[in-house]
């Protein structure tokens, strides 16, 4: 059984950086799209990034285009989301999840593995 832990998250003034990791236990996780989501407090969890399974396709949500960053090293298993210019907005527990698409998968339930998130607070 495939598990997905997240690590990375923190607390960051506006304006600064932190680098999620999303470590994948079990086989074929070269196979996957993997996509990173975020859920504020009552709020719907939204679509963030994804990069498909080769790594040669990368997706990102308008709001964090041109700021974070996905990149995956599938000879270790690993995910990571480099998030600069960090804003007040990107409060959230940011999730990992693995989907089988083989196209841009931005909706959650076409992500079937889901980590357990990690918090990332943006402070002014």
């Known amino acids: 059984q495939v598990q997905l832990v997240e690590s990375g998250g923190g607390l960051v003034q506006a304006g600064g950086s932190l680098r999620l990791s999303c470590s994948a236990s079990g086989r074929s996780f070269s196979d996957y799209t993997m996509g990173w989501f975020r859920q504020a407090p009552g709020k719907e969890r939204e679509f963030v990034a994804a990069?498909?399974?080769?790594?040669?396709?990368?997706y990102y949500a308008d709001s964090v285009k041109g700021r974070f960053t996905v990149s995956r090293n599938n000879a270790e298993n690993t995910v990571r989301l480099q998030m600069n210019r960090l804003k007040l907005e990107d409060t959230a527990v940011y999730y990992c999840?693995?989907?089988?698409?083989?196209?841009?998968?931005?909706?959650?339930?076409?992500?079937?593995?889901w980590g357990q998130g990690t918090q990332v607070t943006v402070s002014s």
């Open positions: 990069i498909s399974w080769g790594g040669g396709s990368t």
């Open positions: 999840a693995r989907s089988a698409a083989r196209r841009a998968a931005v909706r959650t339930n076409e992500y079937d593995t």
